[in-house]
């Protein structure tokens, strides 16, 4: 007797995925699992008297999408941040919208003076005047409220006066090691634009929304999500309060989809505070046992892996190049060939750690010279690809094709960040030129003005 499926889909495009069979006519769940896929009379032999009959009345179905690579802890706010993406992912195409935007957001939701004003997506390569917006641009209509513009890339953002002043830096704060301050001309006063560790430690400090407001927002967060298609999620660089959360949304039953968190390192006990002192790392999301915590759902929240950072974005010029670019610098600077987030020898140390101790490695590394660095230190920890580690090395944006053979050897895979083609072809043009550009994503496809 054929299994009783609990729901079973008909009538539309079933697409199936498979190479022999792409397309079928019908399809029986039971139990959260496909029982059956095929024509309509085999399928409907496992209809019951409490199946649930779906007429796709001509619609598609198909296989839900993965999250390779993403942020999911960014969507719970999402719904309350302004968005100032460029054209087509946002309303922006210059300096004027920015302000609009802001103006429009401040008028829906009223922050109080000293309150957050937060948008999402800024990116110089957006705007008409081609060049970067400042406090001076945001100050005259925000003077009560701080604001901070958080760059497309997530490694960075700008602020206006009152932010500054919220997060502490002024013209007698130093540059820290491998981040960016943009100062005022002839001057030491910050003008805006704060990039890598300069900006990563004043954003893991920024007034959070309170807990109930988080955990409604999971709602709304999981559809941005699930009404393109994608039923698990990826959180790919998690700090210890968001880990927290999300176990605790877990614990709920909140969460519908599936999420993968990466634990950033920078939040692994002992690991860096060496060269991070501001950064709290005397308790850390990873338990002692931390190898037997990765990997294994529970209510829909798993481990991924640890989460480490070799460089920033080729975009906002932070990207660590074995040669300069063809421009300067983000503050100006000549032969700009950008620097890693880590020092080499430290970035071999944490991820041989990582290894030994059994847990699964994900590290960002944007330029040839930052997979140079993460090829080293996998080398160095002994994996090879016959231990299916599957190490991943997230974008592998310009990989030269001489760093082929390594990831075969390694076992290393790539992440890539196949949307630079169309959000910043002609910014990857100007600062690679043809050939490099080229092999974005190892892709050889054509980007043009």
Same mark, same amino acid.
């Given at each position: ?13 079933? $697409? ?21 896929? !095929? ?24 296989? @839900? ?19 100032? @993406? &460029? ?24 922050? =109080? ?24 641009? $945001? ?12 760059? @497309? ?28 301050? $943009? #100062? ?51 959180? &790919? ?5 968001? $880990? ?12 519908? *989809? ?36 990765? &990997?294994?759902? =529970?209510?829909? /929240?798993?481990? !991924? ?19 300069? *670019? /063809? ?9 700009? #060939?950008?620097?890693?987030? *880590? ?15 059994? /847990? ?6 944007? !330029? ?13 920890? &002994? ?5 299916? #580690? ?5 974008? @592998? ?13 390694? !076992? ?38």
């Amino acid at each position: 007797m054929a299994t009783a499926a609990d729901t079973i889909f008909h009538n539309g495009t079933i $697409l199936t995925m498979v190479d022999d069979r792409p397309q079928v006519a019908a399809v029986a769940v039971a139990g959260g699992k496909i029982i059956a896929a !095929g024509d309509e009379a085999e399928v409907m032999a496992h209809k019951a008297a409490t199946t649930k009959i779906v007429d796709l009345k001509g619609a598609t179905l198909m296989p @839900s999408f993965i999250e390779a690579h993403g942020h999911f802890m960014n969507a719970p706010q999402l719904v309350k941040w302004a968005n100032v @993406s &460029g054209v087509p992912a946002g309303p922006v195409r210059n300096i004027p919208d920015i302000i609009a935007v802001l103006k429009a957001f401040q008028a829906k939701f009223n922050p =109080k003076p000293g309150e957050w004003i937060i948008g999402y997506g800024y990116d110089m390569s957006n705007l008409a005047e081609n060049r970067q917006l400042t406090r001076d641009d $945001l100050d005259p209509s925000f003077p009560d409220n701080p604001v901070m513009l958080i760059h @497309s890339s997530n490694h960075g953002c700008v602020l206006n006066s009152a932010g500054f002043k919220a997060v502490g830096i002024d013209a007698n704060t130093k540059t820290p090691p491998s981040g960016v301050i $943009l #100062r005022k001309p002839g001057t030491q006063e910050p003008e805006g634009l704060l990039m890598e560790t300069a900006f990563m430690p004043i954003f893991a400090k920024m007034p959070q929304p309170s807990e109930a407001d988080m955990l409604a927002a999971l709602e709304p967060a999981q559809q941005i999500y699930a009404s393109v298609g994608v039923t698990t999620c990826q959180d &790919g660089a998690t700090n210890a309060h968001d $880990l927290a959360f999300m176990r605790k949304a877990a614990a709920e039953g909140r969460f519908y *989809l599936d999420i993968v968190s990466l634990p950033l390192f920078l939040e692994v006990p002992k690991m860096v505070a060496e060269y991070f002192p501001g950064f709290n790392t005397s308790s850390g999301p990873v338990p002692k046992e931390a190898a037997s915590a990765f &990997g294994t759902y =529970k209510n829909r /929240l798993k481990l !991924g892996g640890i989460k480490f950072v070799a460089d920033g974005s080729p975009q906002g010029k932070t990207a660590f190049w074995t040669k300069p *670019l /063809l421009t300067p610098g983000p503050a100006g600077e000549a032969n700009w #060939r950008g620097q890693p987030t *880590l020092p080499p020898e430290l970035l071999t140390k944490i991820v041989g750690q990582a290894v030994a101790e059994g /847990l699964p490695v994900f590290c960002h590394c944007n !330029g040839d010279a930052a997979i140079d660095m993460m090829i080293d230190a996998v080398r160095a920890a &002994g994996v090879k690809a016959d231990q299916d #580690r599957r190490t991943v090395i997230i974008h @592998s944006q310009c990989m030269r094709p001489d760093q082929f053979d390594a990831y075969v050897e390694l !076992g290393l895979s790539p992440s890539f960040f196949t949307a630079h083609c169309f959000f910043w072809g002609d910014v990857h043009l100007e600062n690679l030129g043809d050939r490099k550009s080229t092999r974005l994503n190892s892709s050889h496809a054509n980007v043009s003005r």
